[in-house]
């Protein structure tokens, strides 16, 4: 009983926690990268490790976001990059947090199969042009984000 207990609350305390395989397709090169990591979710607050290939870590409070190298350097993001990372973090706190994915004020949401597509609004719209969300057994398996330069970034969990 004690054993069933621990596994509960430590299941409880990783829910926005999970290891991913991250494949994105940059359009320009005709290529698609594969990174491996993990993603912890708190609050407004996300970190996503990148492990394999290279080590880096993107740390954000929900204001402030840093990229930390394999030497533990934190460099802030301004400008651009600041507006485009933190939309893109954004992005991943919310789909990852509805478990009931209906049109609402970010999204309209369109169902098929076991597949929801969820098409973006306000200054979210673009960039990503829509995005797939996978559920297995009413959890989210994975997601793939249709940039609007044609890139595409898929996140499947492990």
Not at 22 to 28: D, K, L, Q, S
Not at 50 to 78: C, R
Not at 113 to 135: A, F, G, H, W
Request: charged share 30%; net charge positive.
């Amino acid at each position: 009983m004690r054993l069933v207990i621990l596994l509960l609350i430590t299941m409880s305390l990783y829910s926005n926690s999970f290891n991913f395989n991250e494949y994105r397709f940059v359009y320009a090169v005709g290529t698609t990268f594969k990174k491996s990591g993990s993603i912890v979710i708190n609050n407004e607050a996300i970190t996503i490790s990148y492990k394999k290939p290279n080590f880096k870590k993107i740390i954000s409070d929900g204001e402030a976001i840093g990229i930390e190298d394999e030497s533990g350097k934190v460099n802030q993001l301004k400008g651009r990059a600041l507006i485009y990372t933190k939309q893109y973090l954004d992005l991943i706190i919310k789909v990852e947090r509805t478990k009931v994915l209906e049109s609402n004020e970010n999204f309209d949401v369109e169902m098929k199969d076991q597949i929801q597509t969820l098409y973006p609004k306000n200054e979210m719209k673009k960039q990503v042009e829509k995005i797939e969300v996978k559920r297995v057994n009413g959890e989210i398996s994975e997601f793939k984000m249709f940039m609007s330069n044609s890139d595409t970034v898929e996140i499947i969990k492990e």
